[in-house]
Structure formats: structure tokens, C-alpha cells
């Protein structure tokens, strides 16, 4: 069965090899954010014959194509979005690493908001809040902001970042 990331390669007109097929598989099948070595991982684990040069390779070709976005989460690795899952923005605890995507219409409003204010229309707009949980939090609220995939969903955290993100530096003295 062709995966969703498959029949938009074939309706763009891309040749779909065997390995080709592998890595937009896994990719249709993330429920995370995986980055080049991690789809490495997975797709190998399918097919061994794949080799991290390809998707390396492929990755590229789906970015310029419009398939993937790149994402940087502040760990300094690139992780990729597929496009098809409509537009969102993601919440990264700086404690684990985890991604969660989430949309909000109040946010895109003030967003269209602020750019016709400044004299713009607003052609696109992309979110990343950094952040901790707190210790005992309620549900979303309906109306409010909804989160696309509750943080269980995903297969496993990302992991710790290796720089600390600026919110979490410490001002003053030591």
C-alpha cells in the first residue's frame, strides 16, 4: 500500500525506488520528528540496503520539493516535518526534548493581526515555545489552544539538547 508521502513523490513526479519507497514510509509512519540519523535507523531496520548517504539524499529532495520542512528544535540537528499535517506549531519541553505540535486560531489571528499592522498580509507564520511543565496541568480546554497529538502519542522523546536554549541560561551571578 502506497504511504500519503509516496503518492505526493509520484503526483510531483519523482522516481520512487525501492529505498525511496522505505524512507517515505517511515517518514508517513513518524509520529515524531526524527532527524537523517534516525530515519537512518528506522529505514535500515526495514531494508537493510539503504544507506544513510540515501536518505541524506532523499531527505534533500523532499525538502526542495516541498514534502519536508526542516525543523530546528534548538539542539543543533535538523529534524523534519512532513507537510501534509496541515499547519501547526510545536511546544518543546527543555527538560526531555519532546515535541508537541499543537494549533491555536488565536494565535493566527493576532499573527494576521500584527503583519497588517506593520503593513504586511501575513504569507506564513511558524511558532517554537520552549518551555517546562508544570507540576500538575489541566486538559486543553475546547475553544482554546488544541493539541493535535496529546505528548503520549509520540514514539519517543527527542532527546536532551546539547546546547542550552537561551530560556534556560541563568542571568546574574553564580
Known amino acids: 500500500m502506497e504511504s500519503r508521502i509516496e503518492r505526493m ?3 510531483l513526479g519523482l ?5 525511496r519507497r522505505v524512507i517515505a514510509r517511515v517518514l508517513s509512519e513518524a509520529t515524531d ?17 539503504v544507506s544513510i548517504a540515501t536518505v541524506y539524499r532523499t ?61 504586511f498580509t501575513l504569507a506564513s507564520s511558524r511558532l517554537q515555545l520552549f518551555g517546562r511543565r508544570l507540576a ?6 475546547r475553544g482554546g489552544s488544541v493539541a493535535r497529538r496529546p505528548a503520549e ?4 522523546p527527542a532527546p536532551r539538547p546539547r546546547a542550552r536554549h537561551p530560556a534556560q541560561r541563568r542571568t546574574g551571578p553564580a
Do not use: W
Not at 59 to 75: C, N, P, T, W
Not at 82 to 105: N, S, W, Y
Open 9 to 11: 513523490c509520484v503526483e
Open 15 to 19: 522516481k520512487m525506488t525501492g529505498q
Open 33 to 49: 520528528h526524527p532527524d537523517v540519523e534516525e530515519l537512518y535507523r528506522r529505514a535500515s531496520a526495514i531494508d537493510p540496503n
Open 59 to 119: 531527505v534533500r529532495l523532499l525538502e526542495e520539493k516541498g514534502i519536508l520542512e526542516r525543523r530546528d528544535f534548538g539542539e543543533g540537528r535538523a529534524r523534519y516535518d512532513p507537510t501534509d499535517r496541515g499547519h501547526h506549531h510545536h511546544l518543546i519541553d527543555v527538560d526531555t526534548g519532546k515535541v508537541i505540535e499543537f494549533a491555536d486560531e488565536g494565535f493566527e489571528r493576532m499573527a494576521r493581526e500584527i503583519a497588517e499592522r506593520l503593513g
Open 136 to 141: 500538575a496541568v489541566e486538559p486543553p480546554v
Open 153 to 156: 502519542a509520540h514514539a519517543r
